[in-house]
């Protein structure tokens, strides 16, 4: 390998965040007390993203509502992408929830729920007794424009842009100049991610440097087998049901996977997929879907569409229940499927969401002691990597299968851009 290969891999987004993710994997064990020291490079760069967030979000909305056709047209790939979300997380639940039978790694555990301190949980389960479907639909009404910017509350973000984009659209051609300089907002806004980009290798490594340091390796070893389960059933569900949902779109699965590389090693490192949200708009854009598809589908599906999540929910649920010795029958456990349809989206926004989803679910059936989540503390950050790289890739599939069902997708240009490493779009 000479010289110039070598300068131009490592100049290359994806090799520089594998460097910094090995470096803080090193780090991390050999040096914790140094890699728990690291947590703030990776918070920097994840706050530096979402300072970001709520004017990309709210430009990339408007632009691609208010250049529709007609006012019809966004309901009807509102509705599309709702329908898409509700089948895969369906999906991802069941899926779980049949590993989780199958290779059944609290088994033999034997923890008694009532010697566990629950002190350590208290602030998930106080937030899953504020988390009904009722406060979530309240929550999606902001109580000011300014005070749902100002909080990144993106539910609350895109209602406002898909309404402001509507009376955009109804004023016809007297909008256009705005919505041209909105666009142009846009641009900048994407000169300023590359920018922020630069950094990513650093935000990687100093987010699992902290992981690796403040729970440690062994961590891993004590809770092996669920951790295996999570991640098998996580590949399982990204091969065989986005695989299906590709291959009806006709393109490649794993060369989509290769195409987004760089934001699946940072969303490994930094265990947020809001790190790579303004990336995968200019990706899915890039390769051929249609602005307003993608500006409509992609940020609402870091709400309604977390495969990843699902999959967790009703692994950990089981896992508690075999791990305290709690007998369930298999309706026992179809109703704990329906409840979390329904916790997993009135838990969405709020910080430690997969946490609050379970705390609700279990608190609901009075079954499963919800002293059981302490047993969760320590593997639950090497177990999110799971949830957020497959929450990622499930959107980005997400996209792709909505635009093709709209016929707002163009085919030709994303087998090219897939297939051809010199027609990719660059970061």
């Known amino acids: 390998m000479n010289a110039a290969?070598?300068?131009?891999?490592?100049?290359?987004?994806?090799?520089?965040v594998l460097i910094g993710i090995a470096v803080g994997v090193l780090v991390g064990h050999f040096a914790p007390h140094i890699g728990v020291e690291m947590k703030p490079l990776g918070?920097?760069?994840?706050?530096?993203?979402?300072?970001?967030?709520?004017?990309?979000?709210?430009?990339?909305?408007?632009?691609?509502v208010a250049r529709m056709g007609s006012i019809r047209e966004t309901g009807r790939v509102g509705f599309k992408a709702i329908l898409y979300f509700e089948i895969c997380s369906t999906l991802a639940l069941v899926m779980g929830l049949i590993v989780i039978n199958l290779l059944k790694p609290g088994v033999g555990m034997n923890i008694d729920a009532s010697q566990i301190d629950v002190e350590s949980i208290k602030n998930y389960t106080t937030a899953a007794q504020h988390s009904s479907m009722g406060d979530f639909f309240m929550n999606i009404v902001p109580n000011s424009v300014v005070g749902a910017f100002a909080q990144g509350e993106m539910l609350q973000i895109i209602l406002f842009s898909v309404l402001f984009a509507i009376a955009l659209n109804r004023m016809g051609k007297k909008a256009a100049p705005f919505v041209d300089m909105l666009d142009t907002f846009l641009h900048g806004m994407f000169g300023v991610v590359k920018i922020v980009m630069y950094v990513a290798p650093i935000g990687a490594f100093g987010g699992i440097a902290f992981t690796i340091g403040r729970y440690g390796v062994g961590t891993l070893a004590s809770f092996g087998e669920l951790m295996l389960a999570v991640y098998a059933t996580s590949v399982l569900f990204i091969v065989l049901v986005l695989g299906v949902v590709m291959r009806m779109c006709k393109l490649s699965l794993w060369r989509f996977l290769k195409y987004i590389k760089d934001e699946i090693l940072i969303v490994f490192g930094t265990a947020s997929t809001e790190a790579v949200l303004p990336q995968m708009l200019m990706k899915m854009e890039a390769m051929g879907c249609q602005k307003s598809v993608v500006g409509l589908v992609l940020p609402t599906g870091y709400t309604f569409n977390a495969d990843g999540t699902a999959i967790y929910l009703t692994m950990a649920a089981i896992f508690v229940a075999q791990a305290t010795n709690v007998n369930l029958t298999i309706w026992d456990q179809l109703l704990i499927l329906g409840v979390m349809l329904l916790t997993s989206k009135g838990s969405a926004g709020v910080a430690g969401a997969g946490f609050v989803a379970l705390a609700a679910t279990l608190a609901s059936m009075h079954k499963i002691p919800v002293s059981g989540l302490v047993l969760l503390l320590g593997v639950d950050r090497f177990l999110n990597e799971a949830r957020a790289i497959t929450n990622l890739i499930g959107n980005g599939v997400a996209t792709i299968a909505v635009a093709?069902?709209?016929?707002?997708?163009?085919?030709?240009?994303?087998?090219?851009?897939?297939?051809?490493?010199?027609?990719r779009f660059q970061m």
């Open 5 to 16: 290969l070598l300068k131009k891999l490592g100049s290359t987004l994806y090799v520089q």
């Open 404 to 423: 093709r069902w709209e016929g707002a997708l163009d085919i030709k240009k994303a087998e090219q851009v897939l297939a051809d490493p010199a027609a």
């Open 43 to 64: 918070d920097i760069f994840i706050k530096l993203i979402r300072m970001l967030l709520a004017p990309i979000i709210f430009a990339s909305v408007v632009v691609g």
